[in-house]
């Protein structure tokens, strides 16, 4: 048991709570960020073009990022449109913390 | 001090920018989901290259140690493969390989690996013939040799060896990253050099420290000093 | 055995490892774009050598390890020992210098970029930066843990405090020196490289990160080679000595390779 207790066990430990809270949190929060009329066209087309609101202005990271959604059409301030998104897709855009929210053009 | 120093000389803030602009640049990037994006990236690769170097640098180096003649014959280009160091390979991993993540991988897992080859050979050749021969003459076969003896008495210089290893492939990666560009801590100071974003630099130089040290002292020397706690059979 | 057969015991290897590449390469296994035959690379090695090339390379390589060494070794070795010495400063500065030791290497480049600009004050600079930290944080630990009775016993038989510090300390340090010193070294060449790939346009990295522009994989075979023969030379005729002497002058037992 005193195993338990050396350093190298307890950080390990507190590592992998921490990415389970983590985890779950953000699997919990993403539908908040789905605007309600987004799942109806979801279940209507395979894929949507949407528009994803962040809290700040996009960089290049996250506009290299959506490419890998879908088609960059353009940045408005803190929006950004994106066509032919995936529905699994929009779920995993949903669940990055700093996504705001997610709507249909 | 680094305050008062920023604060007096008359240089311009990308020169020289003051803690406060390096924390404000932490909790931004981390608002933007931009720096947890490159740790993991960064720490993901690492952890790659530590489990390839020891699944097959492990086998390898233990395999090679075995025999006298062949652990002699084999030194020689192993130290001179650990000495060429990942990174001077790149060049022609990315003549194979283009820029990617594969070429990243590829080197770090090769800057890891030879430090653990070596180093476990030189673990298994440290072994006291005497231990072998005495479970010889128990009537132990091969294999039982092996795990019995030579792999826990090898088992505190391959710790070290994988504590070199990574320390070299922390450092490859973080060069490989600026490189070759696909994400990651090094890119992302290398980047931000290139908007003058010095707050930005500073901070990703402050988190790659830390985190090799979090590395080192949670894990890497704990596991060391364990090793040779149960099984150092040589005086280091 | 003698020396000639002990070099050709070392060298039976690369021997080895030579004709594999060629049997490789003639068999057509891989692409010539790919794997040069060691003729190609021969060949490229003697016309660079030939035009000069290779030698301001090595030389810029080279000339910046040693500039390095020259420069931060001692300046570290005797910071080291001076706060080493300092009971009530060393605690406080070995985890700064730990960290920044932590940190050695090529990390520092973008701001060296920044604060020196691109070319070799800023490849110099990071060769400073490697070799200093490693060699002060090693001495500065070999210092402090040379135990006490060492010191005392020299102090109860009437030895001045120089007398302490030449005789007791410094060699008590030394195989944390040299050990940090291997180290730098080795660190030191592995962020030479990757610097001189990104931020100048002499020296070895840069040889082969241009070489891979211009998919030119025998000159990159050919500085890769320089590179290892460099360090093994280095290693060999400068940092092996160097721990003979000093560490089984004094008796001590050496670490690791």
Known sequence: MRLLRHRTVVFLLVVAALAAGWETYTTLA???????ELAAALAREPRVNVTVRLGFAPEEFHIRLFQGYGVVRGVQGTTVLLDRVRAEDVGRLARYYWVRMIALQ | MWAAAAAL???PDYYLPPPTAVIAA???LVAKGILPAYVGESLRRILLAAVFGLLVGVPIGVLLGMSRRVADFFHPILNFFQSVSGVAWLPLMLVWFGFGERTILIAVNYTVLFPVIFNALLGVRSVPPLYVNALRTLGAGRWRIVTDVVVPGALPSIATGLRLGLAYGWRALIAAEMLVGAHGLGFMIFNAQNFHLTARIMLGMGIIGTLWLLLDYFLLRPLEEATIARWGLVQR | MSSLARTLRGAAPFAALLAAWTLVTRAGLV???????????????????????????LAASLGRVLLGIVVSVPLAVALGVVVGLNRRLAPVV?????????LSGIAWLPLAITWFGLGWASVTFIMFNTIFFLVFFNTLVGVRTVPRIFEQAVRTMGGSRRHVILQVLIPGAMPSIVTGLRLAIGFGWRALIAAEMIAT?????????NAANFHQSDTILVGIITIGLLWLLTDRLLLQPLERRTIERWGLVSNAP
């Open chain 2, 26 to 28: 932490f909790v931004e």
């Open chain 1, 30 to 36: 993403a539908p908040r960020r789905l605007a309600p």
């Open chain 2, 9 to 11: 000389l008359p240089l």
């Open chain 3, 94 to 102: 070995e985890p700064i210098v730990g960290f920044f030791n932590a």
């Open chain 3, 201 to 209: 346009s002499t020296g070895l990295g840069f040889l082969i990160y």
């Open chain 3, 31 to 57: 692409s010539p774009l790919f794997l040069p035959p060691p003729s190609d690379v021969l060949r490229v090695a003697w016309e660079q050598a030939l035009d000069g090339s290779l030698w301001i390379n």
